[in-house]
């Protein structure tokens, strides 16, 4: 049987700030910057709700920081027109780090929930066997995340034809940044990063070439 509820609630204080310099001169810059200073909601589900509880006994125990609760969030990007046609824009990422949950890898009453701590030697599936404790809710806190990319193009005119070359570079201090964690709590390697994701945001440093045909 799949034990659930959609009782759930949550709330946020966020202070999202933006400047931005229109293109002019050959030059434009946006800085966007967010502080999230609590946000929290009920169970690990879609949005906070429907998902599925750890005690069912308790499901005021559900209600802790949500996963999206990043401190502080930072994008800024600029672009440059430079002499003979070159263009440069550069982008920086920083984010505080991402809150993750950690599990126990058992299941002391018998229900679906991973956030349950059993007594020490208590027999697992047995109610009596677990002390009311639950893991807190997203308690582990990720590695800040720091990445630079960077594009050059060229326009070149052949006749009515405009060609563009493109240069991009993607991480380009090759910053270490995860998304994910080793976070089972009676394992060895509790708290070590792990690399399942490749998406922009994650990998190391790379560059790829273009161009591209305008007429």
């Known amino acids: 049987m799949n034990y659930r509820f959609s009782t759930g609630t949550s709330n946020n204080l966020s202070l999202a700030s933006q400047l931005t310099r229109r293109f002019r001169n050959g030059f434009q810059v946006n800085i ?5 200073f609590y946000r929290n909601d009920e169970n690990p589900g879609t949005g906070g709700y429907a998902g599925t509880m750890n005690n069912a006994f308790s499901l005021s125990q559900e209600w802790g920081r949500a ?30 780090g991402q809150w993750y949950q950690s599990v126990y890898a058992q299941n002391p009453v018998g229900f679906q929930g991973t956030r349950l ?33 960077m594009r050059l193009t060229k326009d070149f ?19 270490a940044n995860y998304g994910a964690y080793n976070l089972t709590i009676n394992a060895a390697n509790y708290g070590t990063p792990v690399q399942p994701f490749l998406s922009t945001t994650y990998i190391p440093r790379s560059g790829q070439l273009a161009f591209k045909l305008s007429f």
Do not use: C, W
């Open 157 to 175: 005119t052949l006749g009515r034809m405009k060609v563009t070359g493109i240069a991009e570079v993607f991480n380009v201090f090759n910053h």
């Open 32 to 36: 966007a910057y967010t502080r999230v």
């Open 117 to 149: 701590i059993p007594k020490p030697g208590a027999v697992f599936g047995l109610i009596n066997g677990y002390d009311g404790s639950l893991v807190p809710r997203n308690d582990f806190e990720g590695k800040p995340i720091h990445k630079v990319d």
């Open 67 to 96: 996963s999206d609760a990043q401190r502080n969030t930072l994008r800024a990007t600029t672009i440059v027109r430079l002499p003979y046609q070159f263009s440069l824009a550069a982008t920086y990422i920083m984010g505080s």
